[in-house]
Nanobody, 116 residues
Framework: GQLVESGGGLVQPGGSLKLSCVGS????????MSWYRQRPGQVRELVAA????????DYATSVKGRFTISRDDDTNTVYLQMNSLKPEDTAVYYC??????????WGQGTQVTIPS
């Protein structure tokens, strides 16, 4: 299986970005999908997650109310809409797919930069 992220970039504080992650080579609809990020010098952290049925959604406290995760199983895509971006949101964002059998896949990451 493979995950390919896109949509990262540089945006001014208060701006928005929408990340996309397309999966292939596995049954996308049966996997829970998540977005993680790794800020400079820090460990990778969970940002948002959506269950395989789309009925369970969780967010890190730091992004709740600003970020929205969604999925489209017809196109094997998971999205992360990021609004009201802050310099502390600067990180490499990774897409993750996890099956209940614990099989998982990671994307290569996309850089998001919010200058201070």
């Amino acid at each position: 299986g493979q995950l390919v992220e896109s949509g990262g970039g540089l945006v001014q504080p208060g701006g928005s970005l929408k990340l996309s992650c397309v999966g292939s080579g596995f049954t996308f609809s049966t996997y829970a999908m998540s977005w993680y990020r790794q800020r400079p010098g820090q460990v990778r952290e969970l940002v948002a997650a959506i269950g395989s049925l789309g009925d369970t959604i969780d967010y890190a406290t730091s992004v709740k109310g600003r970020f929205t995760i969604s999925r489209d199983d017809d196109t094997n895509t998971v999205y992360l809409q990021m609004n009201s971006l802050k310099p502390e949101d600067t990180a490499v964002y990774y897409c993750n797919a996890r099956h209940y059998s614990l099989r998982e896949y990671w994307g290569q990451g996309t850089q998001v930069t919010i200058p201070s």
